[in-house]
């Protein structure tokens, strides 16, 4: 199948789908609310309807930094986080370690290291809040986190904490978590609520 929209009175540009994109566009229950055109692909903006299933139950979700619990009364999930941390660290740790006097050079390996921190880390959250929202879905279970807004402000200078813990408690990616778990939950009619 072929995309194809007019460029102007002569022009027609095409563009040729993948079976991934086809299915979508076939699918009635999806509709097509924006799209981006680049040289060598398109991306397609779409929405879907989706209906809260009336909860049973819920999950409550305690985020620490070397683990997260999630469960009820009936079951308790533990999932092990420190990885994270480690991660963090040996990227510090390695972007220390160089020592070129190129401001330059400099910020491009540390841009590279803190994007390659960056992906490490969602990859990670990613598997956890797939495997909460799965859970939470098959139970009929609201999912409850906690409202932990401006928690950062316990981990600045002056609070008497270290340099390394106050960096290692500003490096904790609890809102990434929390904006995973959000947006899958929505996707899958899963309710949320804060507390």
């Not at 979700?61 to 480690?86: C, F, H, Q």
């Not at 390695?94 to 921190?117: E, P, T």
Request: contains cysteine.
């Amino acid at each position: 199948m072929l995309l194809s929209f007019p460029i102007d009175n002569y022009k027609k540009c095409v563009i040729p789908l993948n079976s991934h994109t086809q299915e979508l566009l076939q699918n009635k229950s999806f509709k097509v609310k924006s799209f981006v055109i680049t040289p060598d692909s398109i991306s397609l903006g779409i929405q879907r309807e989706t209906e809260e299933f009336d909860c049973v139950n819920a999950v409550g979700i305690d985020r620490n930094l070397r683990n997260l619990t999630a469960g009820n009364y009936e079951t308790v999930t533990v999932y092990n986080m420190s990885d994270i941390p480690k991660i963090t660290h040996r990227t510090k740790k390695i972007a220390s370690s160089f020592k070129r006097n190129d401001h330059r050079i400099r910020q491009k390996i540390y841009s590279k290291l803190g994007n390659r921190k960056t992906r490490r880390v969602k990859q990670f959250l990613n598997r956890i809040s797939k495997d909460i929202v799965q859970k939470a879905k098959e139970s009929k279970s609201m999912i409850v986190l906690e409202d932990i807004k401006g928690i950062r402000k316990l981990y600045r200078k002056g609070n008497y904490q270290g340099k390394r813990y106050r960096g290692m408690m500003n490096s904790w990616p609890f809102y990434e978590l929390q904006r995973q778990i959000q947006y899958k939950s929505e996707r899958e009619g899963v309710p949320v609520r804060y507390v």
